[in-house]
C-alpha cells in the first residue's frame, strides 16, 4: 500500500515536496515513480527511480526542476519540485513496480491515492 502525501497551493516560481510511503518490507525492492494527472488529461509520466536509489529518470517537462529521491530505511519516495508553473498543477501519483524502470502507466502494479499540487499564476 501507498500512502501519497504533501501537496497543496503553491504559487508559481515556488517550490514543494511530496512523500509517499509505502507499507511491506519489500519496498526496497521496487522501482518507484511519480505520475501526475491534469484535470481531463491522461496520467503522465513525471520521474522514476531505481531501487537502490542510484538510477533516475525524468520526462523532459520537468528535467532540471523536479528531484526524485528515496529512503529504503523509512520505505519512503519524494518529489522536490521548484520553479513550479501553472502547467504542473495535477494529482501526483506515487506507483511501484518490479523489473526495470518504466515510463508506461500499465507497468506499474502498485499506487498511491494521490495528492493535488495546485500552482498559482
Known amino acids: 500500500q501507498l500512502q501519497a502525501s504533501g501537496g497543496g497551493l503553491v504559487q508559481a516560481g515556488g517550490s514543494l515536496t511530496i512523500s509517499c510511503v509505502a507499507s511491506g518490507r519489500t519496498f526496497s525492492t521496487y522501482n518507484m515513480a511519480w505520475f501526475r494527472q491534469a484535470p481531463g488529461k491522461e496520467r503522465e509520466f513525471v520521474a522514476a527511480?531505481?531501487?537502490?536509489?542510484?538510477?533516475?529518470n525524468y520526462a523532459d517537462s520537468v528535467k532540471g526542476r523536479f528531484t526524485i529521491s528515496r529512503d529504503n530505511a523509512k520505505n519512503s519516495v519524494y518529489l522536490r519540485m521548484i520553479s513550479l508553473k501553472p502547467e504542473d498543477t495535477a494529482v501526483y501519483y506515487c506507483?511501484?513496480?518490479?523489473?526495470?524502470?518504466?515510463?508506461?502507466?500499465?507497468?506499474?502494479?502498485?499506487w498511491g491515492q494521490g495528492t493535488l499540487v495546485t500552482v498559482s499564476s
Open positions: 506507483a511501484a513496480r518490479r523489473g526495470s524502470w518504466s515510463s508506461s502507466v500499465r507497468h506499474y502494479d502498485y
Open positions: 527511480i531505481s531501487w537502490s536509489g542510484s538510477s533516475t
